[in-house]
């Protein structure tokens, strides 16, 4: 049988010295392991299309369980990430993310075009640090773990002159006014902006907003906290971009 899919390839494992195997990320499959014969050889036409991150269309044939590559035809290079590490790391993590949270062989809605996006604001956008925040945010919410920043959950204000607290455990927000925890963080004014509007944006528009240098600090914190809380896993690609980064910025 004969099925074609839009799809990114997020992993790939060398076999022999010409074939790969690769993992391409799907909506109507969600995870598919595609063998790609021939993949690494100079003049093969699907080289490219196996490549990392490669967005392409694939025919691919299907026998019981296995698929493999018949065709490819690019739609999308993201190969301009393989030149800067920093962004390398950083599209990895999102890989291993996806990789960790997509069922194989089960629809996915829009997660190819998420994905997609999360890489172009990679390679586009303005601050690593806010794409990786909003990314682990949305990806959150996409997953089923939204967390209701639309207002206090106790009194119902949308915002408060004493300041608005997050509540990460229960996922809520509180007002000052209303506030009877202490395990919650007082929001800065703009990280509370930059979460709503990662939320409730539609997806190409979740990535982009303003945020000053303290703010930014502060939400990529709490960003990260609630994904790894949420997903429960430690991600080996996180500690590889956070030392990245490190050694760039020390
Ligand atoms: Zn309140």
Known sequence: MIVTYDGIVIARRDVGENSVFIDILTDEQGIIEASAHGANKLNSSI????????YSTFSLSKSRLRYTVNSAKPKFSFHGLGTDIEKLSLASYFAQSVRYCTPSEQ???SIVRFFAIALYEIMHGRSLFSVKSAFELRYSAELGFSPNLIACDNCGKYDCEN????LPEKAKLICADCLYVDNAVKLLPETLFAMRNVIFSPLDRCF???????AEKQLS???ENYF????EKS???LDYFKTVFRQNFA
């Open 107 to 109: 629809p996915q809605d």
């Open 163 to 166: 300041g608005m607290y997050f």
């Open 228 to 231: 790894l809380n949420r997903t």
């Open 235 to 237: 991600f080996s690609t």
């Open 208 to 214: 982009k907003f303003n945020i000053n240098a303290a």
């Open 221 to 223: 914190e709490i960003c």
């Open 47 to 54: 080289m490219s299309a196996a490549a990392l991150f490669s």
